[in-house]
């Protein structure tokens, strides 16, 4: 096999399919417009114009990815443009949310990055990041609890990103300390109390429930295991808690009790199939061979997977670990032989090729499986190249957004090219 020219036709793809979608990209007044139409379409993009999942700091974060690999100093004013944009929305309606993909801290994350490339944003990055900081200590945390919805203790909005954000943060002083402890504390007692998680943890039927489960199977809720919306999600931001060395708090106990949760059916399987709902009452894990997403990320076997391998490296697992890599590896595999309708980084194979950057030997072919799923999914005629899953027939919503649309996918490009815009690492997937 002639590596020299699949390597080369994998970078004309990736080049392509990136530059398309910066080009599409340019104005973010257009942008924020044309996802606000978006939101009203039958397809529910969901945006809220300022966040990194959901906004347009995520179309910042891709431009600058693509901005500092390429040397581009025009395309790297583009991107301080995005970000400007997301501020400015964000102060004319304050969110007092502080999650990664929907809150403050995401933001934090692009703010930081663009100080890192331009120095006078470092004051408004300094600034948000002790207004995250405050926040996070004025927060009392409720210790009488019963039950929490997932969603405030998730990566995606909850305090897990949070705790990545302050573990992975540039600003690691001592008052980020006293926040990730702060934060780190409350999830660990969460966790490690002396009641189910199953009981602990809970969503409604309706949340975060992919179309093609049966609401009717959960009617006391359930819990979420997935990386980005799960559990799993919590015991990786534990891990890169106690890996940061920033937290005075010892969390084994709590990972402990996660990976008897998230690491159950799976390990039959190797990571081709994945668990992702428990019933909240009766604990019972439901495997579905056919779950949606399960070559992602968000509730997939790679964002599973990577939140256990970092746990067994933090806890000096060496078994666990070998087991991690041998289901990554079976993940990858399965890329390669599956087909997916999602190109994006939530639920779809964008995770895959931005996780596949770096991941030694099975790196190029998950990469390259990744990206001929995603190659196939372009569509020209839409405006941001990628159609949300599912949108074969009637009007197609279009979603620029970096968690489940095309700002993902470009920044995953970026990433694959060589971009030194480390993205991955405060998210969550790597
Ligand atoms: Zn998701």
């Not at 139409?37 to 969901?46: I, S």
């Not at 006078?120 to 948000?128: E, G, L, Q, T, Y």
């Not at 968000?298 to 078994?319: F, M, P, Q, S, Y």
């Not at 190109?343 to 998950?366: E, I, N």
């Amino acid at each position: 096999m002639n590596t020299t020219r699949s390597s080369t036709s994998r970078e004309e793809t990736l080049e392509s399919i990136s530059t398309e979608l910066s080009d599409r990209m340019l104005d973010p007044l257009a942008v924020d417009a044309a996802a606000r139409a978006g939101v009203e379409g039958p397809l529910g993009v969901v945006w809220d114009g300022w966040s990194l999942g959901s906004g347009l700091a995520g179309i910042a974060l891709f431009q600058l990815a693509r901005a500092s690999r390429c040397g581009d100093d025009e395309l790297l004013s583009t991107a301080f443009d995005h970000l400007r944009h997301a501020v400015r929305i964000n102060n004319a309606s304050p969110s007092g949310a502080l999650g990664l993909m929907s809150g403050a801290s995401g933001l934090a994350v692009v703010l930081n990055e663009c100080a890192r490339q331009e120095a006078r944003f470092r004051p408004s990055a300094r600034r948000m990041h002790d207004r995250i900081v405050d926040a996070t200590l004025e927060t009392s945390w409720d210790f009488a609890v019963t039950g929490v919805p997932v969603p405030s203790v998730d990566v995606i909005s909850g305090i897990a990103g949070l705790a990545r954000y302050f573990a992975t943060t540039p600003w690691g002083g001592a008052r980020t300390r006293v926040a990730l402890d702060h934060v780190v504390h409350y999830l660990s007692w969460l966790v490690s109390r002396d009641v189910p998680v199953t009981r602990t943890f809970f969503n409604d039927p309706e949340t975060y429930l992919p179309g093609s489960i049966d609401a009717r199977q959960f009617p006391h809720g359930h819990v979420e295991l997935g990386a980005a919306h799960g559990l799993a999600g919590m015991l990786h931001a534990l891990a890169e808690s106690a890996r940061s060395g920033r937290t005075s708090i010892d969390v084994s106990e709590a990972m402990s009790r996660l990976l008897d949760v998230v690491h159950g059916p799976q390990s039959l399987d190797s990571g081709k199939s994945v668990v992702f709902l428990v019933p909240s009452e009766d604990g019972d894990t439901r495997p579905d061979e056919r779950a949606p997403g399960r070559l992602g990320w968000c509730r997939g076997a790679i964002g599973l997977w990577l939140a256990v391998r970092d746990a067994a490296h933090v806890l000096d697992d060496d078994g666990l670990g070998r087991e991690a890599e041998h289901a990554l590896n079976a993940s990858a595999h399965a890329l390669a032989t599956e087909r997916s309708d999602d190109p994006f980084l939530c639920h779809g194979v964008g995770a895959a090729l931005a996780v596949a950057v770096g991941d030694g030997a099975r790196s190029s072919a998950t990469a390259d499986a990744a990206l001929a799923t995603i190659a196939d999914l372009r569509l020209p005629a839409l405006p941001f190249l990628f159609a949300p899953p599912a949108a074969g027939t009637g009007p197609r919503d279009v979603d620029p957004s970096f968690l489940s649309g095309a700002a993902g996918v470009g920044a995953a490009a970026e990433l694959a090219l060589g971009s030194p815009i480390d993205w991955t690492t405060p998210l969550g997937m790597t």
